[in-house]
Nanobody
């Protein structure tokens, strides 16, 4: 069983950068593909990015390619989401999640963190 804890959220101005972290407490972190999702106020949760077990494979939401980068450090049981040129529409609760396969669909993810709030002011 993996427990996932996100950190790094907060309030930033438009155009700034932020890095989110998600640390897993289980012993099998490197067996899971890891993903980031987000949920904006009044909207459903949407896919952001995912990374393979080795870190060599990644997928991104088309609208976020070029601004967001997902990486992982298996030695630290941690996955990161680097967010650049942030926009007010990036305001959301960001969740990390673990999956057995590299997928963008939520139902493929078996473990979820509690989320961290990201607020981008204009």
């Amino acid at each position: 069983q993996e427990q996932l804890v996100e950190s790094g959220g907060g309030l930033v101005q438009a155009g700034e950068t932020m890095r989110l972290s998600c640390e897993a407490s289980g012993s099998t972190f490197n067996s899971y593909a890891m993903g980031w999702f987000r949920q904006a106020p009044g909207k459903g949760r949407e896919f952001v990015a995912t990374i393979s077990t080795s870190g060599r494979g990644t997928l991104y939401a088309d609208s976020l390619k070029g601004r967001f980068t997902i990486t992982r450090d298996n030695a630290r049981n941690t996955v990161y989401l680097q967010m650049n040129s942030l926009k007010p529409e990036d305001t959301a609760v960001y969740y990390c999640a673990a999956s057995y396969r590299l997928r963008s669909t939520q139902r493929e993810y078996v473990y979820w963190g509690q989320g961290t709030q990201v607020t981008v002011s204009s």
